[in-house]
Every structure is written in structure tokens, then in C-alpha cells.
């Protein structure tokens, strides 16, 4: 791994010449975009686009039926919590969402692939991870309707607060690894390990490179999960980056793997054996989850701006609830009455979420001032003692 | 530093530098969860061999020779605070702090705030301070603005052995963020500091303190320039002019009370810092003291800082910072109103 040039299929001679132009010829990639039809890539994968169970030399699954239920049933209730939360941006309930859609297979396979002990250090589009997690589904709403920063408790659930600055989690991950390290929580079964989350347009930022020198330096039980989802935000994968995601990991003296990202089977055995090398103090592996974001990269965005429908459609073909279904239903495993069981369970969940979010208070202004310091906090002390003051001095005054 | 290898006790004279050393040994000591984390800390002792001996003692997983990169270094030790650990970490000059700087402002300082109180993060990050040592770019920054400006973080600055002691143990122990600022130029200043003195004996991290009385005028300053406060009371005392010279020690929580009171008695303000005048420290207190003494004021506050230009080729820094003259100077001019 890593031992093939970066710029292959490339011509060397122009990438010397130091020819002036404005964008590098189109990767094959780009070009079969162009066409309408994405080639898939080297990738680990256990489930085809059509439903297939298939077999890999070195990642394998034994689920029980009532597992593989389980696991499409995740599926379809963080697709559903998702959509639903889109909606609600859209009817003014939430400032903003960052959607998942596409991506719940390398969430799902991921988080499921965690064991209680472990610590996950997301970004701010794993609602699926969260989900896995135990987190409540409305937890992180709360930051995108605008009330709090994320109101779950990381040490309850042993998932980070989500982050916003590109990339900077990736440290606190190895950190925290470390730590792992230096308590000697390795070596056993019951060892523990850390997985973060970050996308293609991350793995350009320093952060990101420092995270990989530290984890692969001090040994850090830790899981790179990146999700490649094509996109940060308008700029394609190419803008990032010109060697495979997976790829980089050999310059910093760990194992890089790619999986399909749209397979949670193999999603969920390639991080499983990344973990566990990790807890059994085998150090780090960088995952790169290869998938697609279907929808926009928050409701802000408007992709059509920087994408093609026959890209999106092509992507479509390779849904991962829909391959996870046909397998199910193929294998005999899932029946009519079973999915629209899962239906019910998803109406019901996202019914509780749209209420909940609907209902959402305003914050109290108080919290303004809460929590800045674990100890005194004389500035914020005073400014509070001003506001409180300030505020009160409107009673009575009725509302104009 | 001199390997002076005796028993961490009794009463002895140490300069600034050792007894950062001292008080970083006994917080290792003390708390089997402190690690220091920093380039060249290690086997080294640090470029200012501030962590001298340190991983002899207490090994490779206590005192760690960490990656070249600062927000690594930060970044890391946040994660590490997460999981227990009170990492310490050293920039190795001021001007190399700014790779971090989105770990420190953006993560570290916020971190409790977001999570309401759920993470608190132990964070020290030591960073050597200040001109005066004659050294290329980058190397004599005053960064303390940034952070004094960022909620979340505490911002302190001992200019003394005995503060050096006890504050960075002080620092260490406290369950927010601390950017540690040690001025550099003044690590080889000595002082008699009581080992044996229990850290709940010392005075608190967040006090600033009046070092000097004096009734004729205030002058407040911190870390670097307490020297030149110094040398400015002795001199300005020749010509019958009392000044009172207040150590800030903390720029955040500011401890701006005592200079109240002395303002209330003198009238009169001098704020001396290295850092650039624009939105510097000086600005801020002159605000608050306008703000608190407006009627015992008998004239303007005075500013005594270093200029609005990057910090200049060490050829020049004799100009760029706050001196003797430039002191006693605006001493005059506060008493010509
Ligand atoms: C340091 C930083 N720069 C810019 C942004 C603005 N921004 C938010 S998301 C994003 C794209 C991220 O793309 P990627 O890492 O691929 O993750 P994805 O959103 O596709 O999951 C950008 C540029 C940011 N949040 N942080």
C-alpha cells in the first residue's frame, strides 16, 4: 500500500513541464463524472450495489439475521431522522442542517463497530455515529436551531461534542488515545480505543497531518475515520488531494484502508478490525470510507451549482439502504411486515423529533454567562450582575 | 541553568528560571496526572532548560519530546485533559504559539463553555515571553492581547522567583485553561523563594499585588517590565517623586482593585507594557480605571508600551521597549496637568 506513484495515470512530463493552465486535466474520475457514470474503486466491500453478499480475503462478518435486521434498521431511522430534519430547517424551525443522507452506511457500520468503551470524536454530520452512541436523536439540534453548542454529555455516551473548525478534533482523538495509552487501557479484549470522524476537505488541513505524526509516533490506539464523501462543500476530492485518502497513511507509518462507504456490512468489519488492533495496542489505521453526500452540504448549499444529475444519479444506484434491503429480502431475512415495522419505528422517532424541535424553548439569557470558567470568573460575574440588573429594569414595561 | 541538584526544601535563592523548574518538579510530584508535553523538553531540558532533569526523573510518559508542531502539541493536550491527564505544555517561543493559536482560542478556551460544564480542560501552556534578548524574528513576541481577549482562558505572568515557584503550581493545579507567560529576559533574575511554604500560603493565582508603596504616583506593570518599574521608583525617589508600583501577575481574570485604590490615593496612572499601545492591555486598564476613579484622576493615564510595528531587528529593541527614560518621562508628564 502506498508504494504506487500518487500522480498515476497522470503523465509525468506535464506535471514537470510547470505548463501554466487554470485546472490539472481531469482525473478518471472527473472524466467518467462527465459521463455520467462514476467507476468504483479498489475497495474493500461485502454487500454489492445490488444486494450481493460477497466475500473479501481479509474482512469478514458473522451477523445473526436478527443483527442484520438491526443494522438496517439503523439505517433507515437516521435517514429518516435526517430528512425530517431538513424539513424542519426548511419550514424556519432549525437556522441550519448538515445531512447525512448518503452517508448513514460508513456512520452506521462505524458506530456500530464501537464498543461501549471506546470514545468517538465526531464533526458535525455524524448524527449517525451519534445515534450508535445512545445519544438522544434531538441532541444535536439544539446547535442547529441556534440554543446551545450540543447539549449531550460526552463521558455518558462517550461521544465528543461535535466540531466545527475543520479538522481540529483529529488531535483531541490522539490526545485522548494517548491518554488510552499511558493508562494502559491496551493489549486486552476490554482495551479501549478512540475513532474520529473527519471528511476529504479536512485531510488537507494541518491538523489533520499533525493528528497522523502525533497517533503514529506515540502508537495511539486511535481509528482515522475519514468519510470521502466527494465533496467540501463545492470542491471535489481533487482539490484536496491527488493520492488516494487511504494512501497517506503510509507516510506516517500506519495502515490505510479503503472501503466501500456505501456497504455498512463492510464498513462496519473494516473499522471493527481497525478498533481492534488498536485496543490490542496495534496502533492506528486510517479508514477512508468512500461514499457520496446526496443531498447538499447544508441547506445553505446549492449543489447543483457544482454537480452534475447524472453524478448524483449514478450514486443513487448504489443507495446503501436500498442494497441492504434487496440483500434482506433476498436472503429471507426481511419481509413486508418487517419493513413496514422498521417504517413505523421511523415515523414514530422522527414524530417525537419534529415535536420536540418545534417546542424548543429559547434558551434562558442567563446561560449567556455560564460556564465560561470552571472557577471564579470575576469579568463574567460583573457582566452577569450588569445584565440581570439591565433586564429586570424592562419588567412591567409590557411588550411593544 | 546550573544542575544544582540539592533537596527541594527550606529557604534558598534561585533564579526565575530554576524555580519554574522546581515548581514544575514538585507539580510532577505532587500529581501522578500532570505531564509536560513540548519540542525539545525533554532529553534537552527545553531551549531555556526550564524542564531540566525533569524527564530523568520522571521518564519518557511524564515529560514527552513531542512532535514538531504546535497545534499537535495543544491539540493533544486537549485530548489528554479529557481523559484526566493536566498536560503542561511549552511553546518553545512566543512567536511559534501562533500555529496553536486555533487550538488554544477556538478549542481549549472554549470547551467547558460549549459542553455546559461537562469537560473541563487543565490545560497549562507555558510560553517564554517578551524582547530584550537580542534574538532574531519571531523570538520576542508579546502575545498576551490575544489572549486576554479570548473568555475561557486564564492569562498570567509571574515576575519573580518566588511567583515563578508557586504560580506555575498554582497554574497546574487549576481546573481551566492558563497561558503561562514567563518572561524570558528575566530568567536569570534571582530571588529567595521558601520551598518549604504551602502553595494554599502563597497568594492566589488571580491577585494582582502592590510590590511597592508609594503616594505620589501608580505605576502598574507585569512579567517583563517589572524590572524597569523598579528601576524607575528608585529613580523617580531621587527626585522626591513616591511611586507605587502594582504587579499585575494575572491579565485574565484582570485584579484591577488594587490599582483602584492606589489610583484613589495618587490620582495618577502609568501602565507600562512591551506589547504594542492598539488594544493593548494599557487600553483596557485605563477604560476600567476611567471608569472606577474618574473623580481622584488628576490627569490623564498614562501609556508606556512598545510601538505599533511588528517587533523590530534586535538592533532596535532597545528603542521598541518601554525604558528608564520613557518611564520617568511620562511620570513628568502625568504630574504637568
Ligand atoms: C477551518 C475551517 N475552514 C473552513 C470551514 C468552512 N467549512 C465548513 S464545512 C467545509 C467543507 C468540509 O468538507 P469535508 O471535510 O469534506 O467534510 P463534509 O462537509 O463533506 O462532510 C468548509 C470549508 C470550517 N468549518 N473550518
Known sequence: MGDKPATKGRPATKARSGARRSRPAPTPAEEAALQGSVPEPEFVQLLTPDGERVEHPDYSVDFTDEQLQGLYRDLVIVRRLDLESTALQRQGHLAIWASLEGQEAAQIGSGRALRKQDMAFPTYRE?????????????????????????????????????????????????????????????????????????????????????????????????????????????????????????????????????????????????????????????????????????????????????????????????????????????????????????????????????????????????????????????????????????????????? | MAKQQGPLTGTQTLTIGKALNLGLRRALEDDPKVLLMGEDVGRLGGVFRITDGLQKDFGEDRVLDSPLAEAGIVGTAIGLAMRGYRPVCEMQFDGFSYPAFDQVTNQLAKMHYRSRGRITLPVVIRIPFGGGIGSVEHHSESPETYYMHTAGLKVVTPSSAVDAYFMIQQAIRSNDPVIFLEPKARYYEKGEVDLDASLASAEPLHRSRVVRAGSDATVVGYGPTMRVLRDSADAAAEDGRLLELIDLRTLSPLDLDPVYESVKRTGRLIVVHEAPTNAGPAAEIAARVQNECFYSLEAPVQRVTGFDTPYPASKLEEHFLPDLDRVLDAVDRTFSY
Open chain 1, 127 to 400: 448524527h449517525g455515529v451519534l445515534w450508535c452512541r445512545g445519544v438522544d436523536p434531538t441532541a444535536p439540534h439544539g446547535l442547529f436551531r441556534g440554543n446551545d453548542h450540543g447539549d449531550w454529555d460526552p463521558a455518558e455516551h462517550n461521544a465528543n461534542l461535535y466540531t466545527l473548525v475543520i479538522g481540529a478534533q483529529t488531535l483531541h482523538a490522539v490526545g485522548y488515545a494517548m491518554g488510552i495509552n499511558y493508562d494502559g487501557k491496551v493489549g486486552t479484549d476490554d482495551g479501549e480505543a478512540a475513532i474520529v470522524y473527519f471528511g476529504d476537505g479536512a485531510s488537507s488541513q494541518g491538523d489533520v497531518h499533525e493528528a497522523c505524526v502525533f497517533a503514529g509516533v506515540y502508537h495511539a490506539p486511535v481509528v482515522f475515520f475519514c468519510q470521502n464523501n466527494q465533496y467540501a462543500i463545492s470542491e471535489p476530492v481533487e482539490r484536496q488531494t491527488r493520492t488516494p485518502i487511504y494512501q497517506r497513511a503510509a507516510g506516517y507509518g500506519f495502515p490505510g484502508v479503503r472501503v466501500d462507504g456505501n456497504d455498512v456490512l463492510a464498513c462496519y468489519a473494516v473499522a471493527r478490525h481497525a478498533l481492534d488492533q488498536a485496543r490490542h495496542g496495534q496502533g492506528p489505521t486510517l479508514i477512508e470510507a468512500y461514499t457520496y453526500r446526496m443531498g447538499a452540504h447544508t441547506t445553505t448549499d446549492d449543489p447543483t451549482r457544482y454537480r452534475t444529475g447524472s453524478e448524483v444519479e449514478s450514486w443513487k444506484q448504489r443507495d446503501p439502504i436500498s442494497r441492504m434491503r434487496s440483500y434482506l429480502t433476498k436472503a429471507g431475512i426481511g419481509d413486508d411486515d418487517f419493513f413496514a415495522s422498521v417504517d413505523a419505528d421511523a415515523d414514530r422517532i422522527t414524530g417525537r423529533l419534529r415535536e420536540f424541535v418545534i417546542g424548543m424553548p429559547d434558551p434562558d439569557p442567563s446561560r449567556l454567562f455560564e460556564h465560561v470558567y470552571a472557577e471564579e470568573s470575576p469579568l463574567q460575574d460583573a457582566e452577569r450582575a450588569w445584565f440581570e440588573q439591565y433586564q429586570s429594569s424592562f419588567v412591567g414595561e409590557g411588550a411593544h
